[in-house]
């Protein structure tokens, strides 16, 4: 136990309540664990904690951290308020990537948890908001440490800075019906080919990959990621309709008409006669609704695939930008496919290392340079399921019209032929 | 002679399956369906007939290696020794066996864990470091989490809303607790301090000049040294010179203020997905429990929980009855800074004479 504790009367208000305590966890790293570099930085870091609740301001700061051949990684924090609180004035942050789907065996945690015991400060979160485990509170040196300690046993470090940041996916096909690819895999196979752009970040800024296996879209990934990659179908959903009467019989007609038949989004569904359902899957938008309410009558189709929408992010520097399409539809069940998949993030990721500004995320420069310039300088075509709806302005310049409109015939007898043989 | 470093293994991100359930590895893409049979357990059954049941349970996020452990005891003692993590931090055992379903609650919930979180109702905050560990915060995360959850515990571990609420906090603007159906976010007051001695030697100044949204920022010789000059009027508060110019000091203890947004939503089902919309601010940020914060979102919930039809999400509830009703059913003020004035904003103007009476 650390013998000088600081007081902390605010963070022990915090120690009330129903929903577990944080501050209750930390002090019993200081008053209660055997190693007494434990007790110590835990004691600084509450007393510093306590300073900022007093004050309302934090006192990190960042710097230069990594460990030997990295460049990223590390969350570097120094404390700006260290002589009050020397005990814990370095304590970085290690991010470490989680296997896809955040999936543990008891085993593995007991054994992060004895490493990181050895060399930090007790305290880890699974997971960060860019979905990496975060080990929290280690000096410089111990960084090296505990990294040498987890990568002889299969662990390696996240993405920090302007770089490919460390994926995400969703539980996806492990234990989920809607499930539309192998979500971990694309992960994997994905983030593990750009290991180089994730620990040394040489790019304009940060670019994410995630992965949602349904339109639910669990990950965020529209919002939240450079690069989403969307579970989905586009045969016809399968209907149960023996189970869809069941769901009649147990709600009510009413109910169902009110909660799963004007509810959709493309009035793509009618309720019959005898209780039954038909769907217009030709204008089915895939939007999850009655399947996530009818899981037993609902469910995707068998070609499946995925979505793919470039550029979302959220505020900074321009103000929120949701992901565009750009692959409406893609199958991935070959090396092939996911091979044209890996190489269609190459020349995205080499485009925006070449035109990005410094610090513009990719859907910034796509904004900036227009969707067309985008399209062009990655070899992809025109498709109308990239739009909401065609331009409204008239001041575009279309002497390329005819030529422009050849190239669609031409797609069209290209894609009518490929059909036919 | 210095010791030779050791070189990474670049192994990257790992394969999950080794990690898995084996009743989820045999039945890996073939689900059937799931049920829900109480609040905080699912139940899928794949195509030939495989049952596993999961148990969420929320935590305190920032886990203590004795909460680990306590966790993987329970895991290993009522569970399988499987667990997994949820994008909001829940930790979920998966069982085959029915009969280890009960007594796995009652061993999380008699070590102080929260079982609950699924379906349609009140998921764990997602949030990040606050003061605890960035170096930009206005606020704190954790501790803002744990005042809020102590008042929504119940909500947590029962199915009374129309549809889930996800929630997120965020403690600057750039917000990385990340859209939410409803979002309780710093929202900056008065322009940046700016410490002029310092500018010169820790920040690139055309990088900061740079980095602001509205070009409020330009160098300027401040005392005879190279700083930087911010034009008041132009300012919007951002903090966005902050991050690369720790100088330009945002962070107030009076002026930086809590503002609730509503309304964001991942989820293409229904509608499209949406982003959150401002709802109130000027809220104190006040520690340790923030109650004033506490008191608008519970005003929130209150109204959606009422007013909401199932299914409905925050934005679908609000798309239907209209945002006059919204701040009628809250009783929150509308005000000039509701109505959007950023690029692109006039696409949020009501161009119709589509209005409820």
């Known amino acids: ?421 | 002679m210095a010791q030779e470093m050791r070189s990474p293994i670049e192994s990257g991100c790992p394969d999950a399956f080794q990690y898995m359930h084996p009743v989820m590895r045999k039945n890996f893409g073939q689900w059937a369906y799931h049920e829900d049979p109480q609040p905080g357990v699912l139940l899928h059954v794949s195509n030939n007939g495989d049952k596993i049941w999961t148990v969420r349970a929320g935590t305190q996020r920032i886990l203590d290696v004795f909460t680990l452990r306590k966790l993987c005891d329970i895991g290993d003692e009522h569970g399988e020794g499987y667990i997994h993590f949820t994008i909001r931090s829940n930790i979920e055992y998966q069982v085959a066996d029915e009969a280890k379903v009960q007594p796995l609650i009652k061993a999380l919930e008699d070590a102080g864990f929260v079982v609950g979180g699924t379906r349609n109702s009140v998921a764990m905050l997602s949030h990040t470091q606050g003061w605890l560990h960035c170096d930009i915060p206005g606020t704190d995360a954790s501790g803002v989490v744990k005042s809020m959850m102590d008042e929504l515990i119940g909500e947590f571990k029962e199915w009374n809303m129309p549809n889930r609420v996800h929630m997120t906090t965020s403690c600057c603007q750039i917000n990385c607790g990340g859209q939410g159906d409803i979002a309780i976010n710093v929202q900056h007051t008065k322009p940046p301090k700016i410490n002029h001695d310092l500018v010169s030697n820790v920040c690139e100044r055309p990088s900061v000049v740079a980095r602001c949204p509205v070009a409020a920022i330009r160098p300027a010789l401040v005392n005879g040294k190279p700083s930087l000059e911010v034009d008041e009027k132009k300012c919007i508060c951002c903090g966005a010179c902050f991050p690369p110019c720790p100088p330009m000091q945002i962070n107030d203890a009076e002026h930086s203020k809590l503002a609730i947004w509503v309304g964001g939503n991942h989820s293409n089902a229904r509608g499209k997905p949406t982003f959150q919309k401002l709802v109130a601010s000027g809220i104190p940020n006040n520690p340790p429990r923030w109650p004033e914060a506490t008191a608008v979102v519970k005003k929130i919930l209150k109204a959606y929980k009422e007013n909401a039809k199932d299914w409905e999400r925050i934005n679908d509830w609000i798309e239907r009855i209209g945002w006059p009703r919204f701040f009628e059913v809250t009783g929150l003020p509308f005000t000039k800074y509701h109505i959007d004035n950023w690029r692109g904003a006039r696409a949020s103007l009501n161009a119709s004479t589509h209005i409820r009476f």
């Open chain 1, 1 to 421: 136990m650390a013998k000088n504790t600081y007081p902390t009367p605010m963070l022990d208000n915090l120690e009330t309540g129903p929903w577990p305590s944080f501050i209750t966890g930390i002090k019993r790293l200081r008053d209660e664990h055997p190693d007494e570099r434990i007790n110590s930085v835990t004691n600084g870091l509450l007393g510093q904690l306590e300073h900022s609740y007093e004050t309302r301001k934090g006192y990190w700061k960042g710097g230069t951290v990594s460990v030997y051949g990295y460049g990223g990684g590390i969350i570097p924090r120094f404390s700006e308020v260290g002589d009050a609180f020397p005990e814990s004035k370095e304590f970085h942050t290690l991010r470490v990537q989680p296997p896809a789907g955040n999936f543990y065996t008891t085993d593995m945690l007991r054994q992060l948890g004895d490493s990181w015991e050895k060399h930090g400060s007790g305290l880890v979160t699974f997971h960060g908001q860019t979905g990496n485990i975060m080990f929290i509170g280690a000096t410089t040196e111990n960084t090296q440490h505990f990294f040498d300690e987890i990568n002889e046993y299969g662990w390696d470090l996240g993405g920090a800075g302007p770089c490919v940041r460390t994926a995400m996916s969703c539980v996806g096909g492990a234990r989920c019906e809607m499930s539309n690819c192998n979500e971990h895999a694309i992960h994997r196979w994905m983030v593990n080919n750009f290991t180089d752009d994730v620990h040394r970040p040489a790019l304009p800024y940060k670019f994410k990959f995630k992965v949602s296996g349904c339109p639910n879209d669990c990950q965020n990934a529209i919002e939240r990621s450079d690069f989403a990659i969307i579970g989905t179908w586009r045969d016809d959903m399968k209907v149960n309709q023996e189970e869809f009467k069941n769901y009649i019989e147990k709600k009510g007609r009413q109910y169902i008409i009110d909660n799963v038949i004007t509810r959709c989004p493309t009035q793509a569904l009618s309720l019959n006669d005898d209780d039954t359902i038909s769907v217009d899957n030709h204008n089915c938008v895939r939007c999850m609704h009655c399947l996530n309410v009818m899981p037993k009558a609902l469910h995707p189709g068998d070609d499946k695939g995925v979505t793919i929408l470039i550029g979302g992010k959220r505020t900074l520097k321009i103000g929120d930008l949701m992901g565009t399409v750009v692959v409406p539809f893609k199958k991935l069940e070959t090396e092939e496919d996911y091979e044209s998949l890996q190489e269609m993030a190459e020349d995205i990721i080499d485009f925006w290392a070449e035109n990005g500004l410094e610090h513009e995320r990719c859907g910034e420069m796509i904004e900036r340079i227009g969707l067309i310039n985008f399209l062009e300088g990655i070899g992809i075509d025109v498709d109308p399921n990239m739009v909401s709806s065609p331009r409204q302005s008239s001041y575009v310049r279309m002497d390329g019209w005819d030529e422009e409109a050849e190239k669609w015939f031409e797609r069209k007898r290209e894609e009518k032929q490929a059909a036919s043989a």
